[in-house]
């Protein structure tokens, strides 16, 4: 009796490890499946993606009512369009966050008109540049230093210069000669003004547009003049969109349908609202960006 009793149990137990494994391997199968779905077929399938951006105008910002707008935010609205995902969601990070928190997961494309440099390449994956843009100075009214590029602040080493961090800025001033004492690392555009308004900064460094923005919303500051020159060579930034290395589909994606559209009468009446269009268009390939070239 025992040993029929002992017999069924193990038939029984062996069943049930069989079930059990069945199931199993029915879970891992789902698992599997969920896990091997890409970024851009679970966005289509959601109909939603996000994207980060820095508030930074007019490349990516939000308005006063909450509305995800600008330059990057606005082309990334149309190119998503055309891959089947109308909703585009904002996650707002500092500038120097943007390419950790894209790496972490917390959104999937950097949309904050990122200039393309080598450094940048070896973290992540660039789109083709949707424009290229000089440098300008954010100084006080009237320009009391006289100030016109870098080497204008790396020849007075009282002079003092706020840049973006996370941004190019910094490496431009000290190709020009300028000490990272001169230098004054904030986080923010509203810091840059405030740091100019308030005297702790000579003068503030960003892309050409940006700053003029930033002169017109602000009483007491103006722009300088535009360069695109630092010690001998070109500073014309081209910003592109940014993607995690392993999201090869959506960045082939993005950037097949980004190439078709830049250029474009449709693409140069996007962006004219924030003072891009003919003037801004690109001049070199993201391969030549990420090379140095």
């Known amino acids: 009796m025992n040993t029929i009793i002992t017999s069924n149990a193990e038939g029984l137990f062996s069943k049930g490890l069989k079930v059990g494994a069945a199931i199993g391997a029915i879970i891992l199968g789902l698992t599997a499946g969920a896990q091997a779905q890409s970024t851009l077929e679970k966005a289509r399938n959601e ?10 105008a007019p490349y990516g910002y939000a308005t006063p009512s909450g509305e995800l707008t600008g330059e990057a935010p606005a082309v990334a609205k ?16 500092e500038f120097g966050s943007l390419i950790p928190g894209l790496r972490a997961g917390r959104f999937d494309v950097i949309a904050a008109g990122m200039f393309i440099t080598p450094e940048r390449c070896a973290q992540i994956q660039f789109s083709e540049p949707s424009y290229g843009i000089g440098q ?20 007075n080493p009282e002079l003092k210069l706020a840049v973006l961090a996370g941004g190019v800025e910094a490496g431009y001033a000290e190709r020009s000669g300028a ?3 001169q230098l004054m690392i904030l986080p923010d555009q509203a810091s840059l003004v405030n740091a100019v308004r308030s005297g702790r900064a000579h003068a ?12 017109d919303a602000n009483d007491g500051v103006e722009s300088t003049e535009p360069f ?3 010690a001998g060579q070109s500073v014309v930034g ?18 097949e349908e980004l190439k078709k559209f830049v250029g474009t009468q449709e693409h140069i009446e996007l962006v004219s ?21």
């Open 238 to 255: 081209h910003g592109g969109f940014g993607f995690r290395p392993d999201d090869t589909e959506l960045y082939e994606a993005f950037n």
């Open 228 to 230: 695109g020159d630092v």
């Open 47 to 56: 109909g939603v993606i996000r994207i980060g951006f820095a508030n930074e």
């Open 136 to 155: 300008a100075f954010l100084v006080p009214e009237g320009n009391p230093n006289n100030l016109t590029d870098y080497s204008s602040i790396a020849e």
């Open 179 to 181: 000490s990272q004492s």
């Open 204 to 215: 503030a460094a960003l892309t050409a547009l940006s700053i003029k923005q930033m002169a």
């Open 78 to 93: 149309e190119i998503f369009s055309r891959l089947g995902i109308e909703n585009v969601e904002g996650v707002l990070t």
């Open 273 to 293: 609202e924030f003072g891009f269009g003919e003037g801004f268009m690109p001049t070199k390939t993201t391969a030549e960006l990420c090379a140095g070239e």
